[in-house]
């Protein structure tokens, strides 16, 4: 069966080394010391997750082969915003060896889409667009719906689909590294927000460049 449930996949010293260095090396993870949203210091534990696994590979269950990490969930008493203590660097997650989590492989995730593009329908009215901007879009399971929706399609994603489809293009980097294509008037940020260790910054970014867009 597939089962999503383990980031990671290594040998047995990988595996080990990649844990010890997950707690001691900065550059693999940091520990987060102010909220992402007021930059607030006033920070809480309210939950201790010790050992916990990596997911999002699909394959097998063999709990050999999960990777852990002490982890924590903090809230911020100021804003009430909650997030992971121990945040680890982007590139190390999210890598097409590493990372194999597809659209298009699983049920709850096509039910998703389905459910997002009835909402996109209601609140576009029937309009067509002339650039959409699909951040984080995958394997283009959405991006392929809105074919006839949008001129132009562009999917940002570090890990999306290696083969372009005509009319979408496909830029496989972080969002916050990019300059945004031109005229987008088209935006879709599904599922990504709990992905960046600076979801608010991204969000400034994307409304500062697409003022004109419909942003969803």
């Known amino acids: 069966p597939k089962i999503g449930l383990y980031k990671r996949k290594r040998n047995a010293k990988n595996r ?6 997950y707690g001691s090396h900065m550059q693999i993870s940091k520990n987060i010391s102010c909220c992402a949203i007021c930059n ?28 852990v990490l002490d982890q924590e969930i903090l809230i911020c008493k100021h804003c009430g915003h909650v997030q992971l203590k121990k945040q ?4 190390e997650l999210y890598t097409s060896s590493e990372y194999s989590f597809r659209t298009a492989e699983s049920a709850s995730a096509r039910v998703g889409v389905t459910t997002f593009f ?19 879009g995958n394997d283009l399971y959405l991006a392929k719906i809105l074919q006839n929706r949008a001129l132009n399609k562009y999917v940002v994603d ?12 496909v830029i496989s980097e972080f969002i916050e590294n990019i300059t945004l294509p031109s005229n987008i008037d088209l935006v879709f940020c599904r599922h990504v927000l ?17 003022t004109d ?3 969803i």
Do not use: C, M
């Not at 890990?159 to 293009?169: F, L, Q, R």
């Not at 709990?194 to 697409?210: Q, W």
């Open 118 to 136: 009835e909402f996109f329908q209601n609140v576009s009215q029937g309009k067509n667009f002339k650039t959409l901007l699909d951040v984080g």
């Open 158 to 169: 570090p890990v999306g689909a290696s083969d372009e489809i005509k009319g979408i293009t």
């Open 194 to 210: 709990e992905h960046l260790s600076d979801p608010k910054n991204v969000l400034k970014k994307l409304l500062a460049e697409t």
């Open 16 to 21: 080990h080394r990649l844990s010890r260095s």
């Open 88 to 91: 680890v660097d982007p590139k």
């Open 213 to 215: 867009a419909l942003f």
């Open 40 to 67: 607030k210091s006033d920070l809480e534990a309210i939950w201790l997750l010790p050992k916990f696994p990596f997911t999002e590979k699909y394959g097998t269950y063999d709990s050999t082969k999960i990777t």
